[in-house]
């Protein structure tokens, strides 16, 4: 998906054949450039899709004309610049930057968008594209602070252009984080340790309270409960699971069957 700042008119600044090759050949930055023609050269960069050499340009034309009269819009431009370098932390150090020195700018909610677009692709391109494993079963760092950074967007700009899409990519990442705390959960569950399980379970319903995964989670919550030797709070949760997901896979009619040990629980009508 392409993603330009509102402000940007490429086109305007579009040069000669001759010159985009000139400027994709060469990202020194000659000090004497003036604003206007640095900003200029910047823009022909991007509608060539030279982001290398674009990036030298507004690098050079943040440091040189901080308080210029393309000074924010270069600093949006900057953000998506590195984006398409794979430069993911650079990208969102620029977003976190605009946001920080331009908290009411017209355009603050593209920086919040390209911040969590950006640790969305760190997440997928450092785990799911391996394909070995599932991906909730790996670090999920730069996961969660695009699950953050979304969840802020949405929340300080519910009308935002980018909105929609950051809803999207939000269902995909709470369900992920939901699995992924199922997936150590069924790690404390193996080793005994029931305390740890049961408080995972507990998480995944408490902050991912619309995930698919709940009912994995109310099934980890009496799996601990019964190894804890709590079965009057087994049988409260094993009720709340028997209503919500009847066909749950731990389910055999009204009785609950452990993963991970021989415990069982019935729930009598």
């Known amino acids: ?8 008119r490429l086109g305007a600044y579009a040069l000669t054949a001759a010159l985009l090759a000139g400027c994709a050949g060469n990202d020194t930055v000659p000090d004497e450039i003036a604003e206007q023609e640095l900003y ?3 823009m022909t ?4 899709q030279n982001y290398t050499n674009a990036v030298s340009r507004l690098e050079a034309l943040d440091a040189r004309y901080p308080f210029g009269e393309h000074a924010e819009q270069a600093q ?10 794979d430069n ?6 620029a977003a976190s930057r605009f946001i920080r020195l331009q908290p009411d700018h017209p355009q603050v909610d593209y920086a919040y968008y390209m911040r969590g677009l950006a640790a969305y692709q760190a997440g997928r391109f ?8 599932d991906i909730s079963k790996r670090d999920l760092g730069a996961t969660r602070d695009s699950y953050g950074d979304f969840r802020d967007l949405i929340e300080r700009f519910p009308d935002s252009e980018y909105a929609p899409d950051a809803q999207q990519r939000l269902t995909y990442l709470r369900n992920l984080l939901a699995r992924h705390e199922l997936q150590v959960a069924d790690f404390y569950l193996r080793k005994g340790a029931y305390l740890a399980a049961v408080k995972r379970g507990r998480w995944v319903i408490s902050h991912y309270p619309e995930a698919p995964a709940n009912q994995d989670a109310l ?9 804890l030797g709590m079965p009057d709070r087994a049988r409260e949760v094993l009720a709340t699971l028997i209503e919500n997901a009847p066909d749950h896979a731990r389910l055999a009619g009204r009785t609950f069957e452990a993963e991970h040990s021989d415990a069982t629980l019935r729930l009598n009508r």
């Open 40 to 42: 200029r050269q910047a």
């Open 76 to 85: 949006l431009e900057l953000i998506y610049a590195y984006y398409q370098t």
């Open 126 to 133: 450092s785990l799911e594209g391996l394909k070995l494993i």
């Open 88 to 93: 993911w932390e650079s990208a969102r150090a």
């Open 219 to 227: 099934a980890v919550m009496v799996e601990g409960y019964l190894g």
């Open 45 to 48: 960069a991007l509608e060539a």
């Open 1 to 8: 998906m392409r993603v330009f700042p509102r402000g940007t």
